[in-house]
C-alpha cells in the first residue's frame, strides 16, 4: 500500500470517529446553491465561500469550466436537489492558461508520461508510446481568464435546460490573496429573469 493511500484511509479513520450529527445531513444542500470551480489544489471551496457539510453543491473539473458533464452535474443539482442559485468561478495562475489543444495532444502522442512546464512551454519527459486519442478530447484550455468565466456563464445561461429564473455568478479566485472577485460582465449575463 502507498504511503499516500495510508495517510487517506488514517485521516478517513479520525474523521469517521468525530462524523456524529453529519449522518443527518438532507441530500439537498441546506444553503441551496452550487459552485462550478476549478480542481485546483490551491483552491478550498469551503473555506473560501464558508461552507460546512450539507452546504452546497461544489463541481470541480480542470479549469472550472461548464462542460457537458458540469452542466449535467448543476441540472441535477437544481432540478432534482433544489439548488437556486450558481456561482462559476475560475482562478489566476490557472494550469489551463499554459497549454491549447494542439500543445496538449502533442505532447500526449509522444508518451503517456508527465511533462514539465520550462520556459519555453510544456516539454514531454516520457518516451513512447503514446497515443493520439487526445484528438477528441475539447480540453477547454483558455488565453483570457476573465473571458474564460464569462464563457462559462454565457454558455450556462443560454442552454435550454438551465432555467432562466437562476442567478448565475461569475467570480476569479485569487491564489495569492485568497480573494473572490466579481467578473462583472459574467454576472451580468448571468442575471436571473423571471420571464422564462
Same mark, same amino acid.
Given at each position: 500500500m502507498?504511503q499516500?493511500?495510508n495517510?487517506v484511509?488514517?485521516a478517513n $479513520?479520525t474523521y469517521?470517529?468525530?462524523f456524529?450529527e453529519?449522518?443527518n445531513l438532507a441530500?439537498?444542500p441546506?444553503?441551496r446553491?452550487?459552485?462550478l470551480?476549478c480542481?485546483? $489544489?490551491?483552491?478550498d471551496?469551503a473555506?473560501f465561500?464558508?461552507?460546512?457539510?450539507?452546504?452546497?453543491h461544489?463541481?470541480?473539473?480542470a479549469?472550472?469550466r461548464?462542460?457537458?458533464?458540469?452542466?449535467?452535474?448543476?441540472v441535477?443539482?437544481?432540478?432534482l436537489?433544489?439548488?437556486?442559485?450558481?456561482f462559476?468561478v475560475h482562478?489566476?495562475?490557472?494550469?489551463?492558461l499554459t497549454?491549447?489543444?494542439?500543445?496538449?495532444n502533442?505532447?500526449? $502522442?509522444?508518451?503517456l508520461?508527465?511533462?514539465v512546464?520550462?520556459?519555453?512551454g510544456?516539454e514531454?519527459q516520457g518516451r513512447?508510446?503514446?497515443s493520439?486519442?487526445?484528438?477528441?478530447i475539447n480540453w477547454l484550455?483558455?488565453?483570457?481568464?476573465a473571458?474564460?468565466?464569462?464563457?462559462?456563464?454565457?454558455?450556462l445561461r443560454?442552454?435550454p435546460?438551465?432555467?432562466?429564473d437562476?442567478?448565475?455568478y461569475g467570480y476569479?479566485f485569487?491564489?495569492?490573496s485568497?480573494?473572490?472577485?466579481?467578473v462583472a460582465?459574467a454576472?451580468?449575463?448571468?442575471?436571473a429573469s423571471?420571464?422564462?
Amino acid at each position: 500500500m502507498s504511503q499516500i493511500r495510508n495517510e487517506v484511509i488514517a485521516a478517513n $479513520a479520525t474523521y469517521a470517529q468525530g462524523f456524529g450529527e453529519k449522518k443527518n445531513l438532507a441530500m439537498p444542500p441546506k444553503r441551496r446553491f452550487a459552485i462550478l470551480t476549478c480542481m485546483d $489544489a490551491r483552491l478550498d471551496p469551503a473555506k473560501f465561500a464558508g461552507l460546512v457539510e450539507g452546504d452546497a453543491h461544489v463541481i470541480r473539473n480542470a479549469g472550472g469550466r461548464a462542460s457537458e458533464d458540469a452542466i449535467r452535474s448543476l441540472v441535477i443539482s437544481y432540478k432534482l436537489l433544489g439548488t437556486r442559485e450558481w456561482f462559476v468561478v475560475h482562478h489566476v495562475d490557472c494550469g489551463m492558461l499554459t497549454f491549447t489543444d494542439p500543445v496538449l495532444n502533442g505532447l500526449l $502522442a509522444k508518451s503517456l508520461s508527465p511533462a514539465v512546464l520550462g520556459a519555453s512551454g510544456w516539454e514531454d519527459q516520457g518516451r513512447g508510446p503514446g497515443s493520439t486519442e487526445g484528438k477528441f478530447i475539447n480540453w477547454l484550455p483558455f488565453s483570457d481568464l476573465a473571458q474564460s468565466v464569462v464563457e462559462d456563464v454565457t454558455r450556462l445561461r443560454q442552454h435550454p435546460l438551465v432555467p432562466r429564473d437562476i442567478p448565475i455568478y461569475g467570480y476569479i479566485f485569487d491564489v495569492k490573496s485568497g480573494k473572490l472577485v466579481e467578473v462583472a460582465e459574467a454576472t451580468k449575463i448571468g442575471a436571473a429573469s423571471h420571464h422564462a
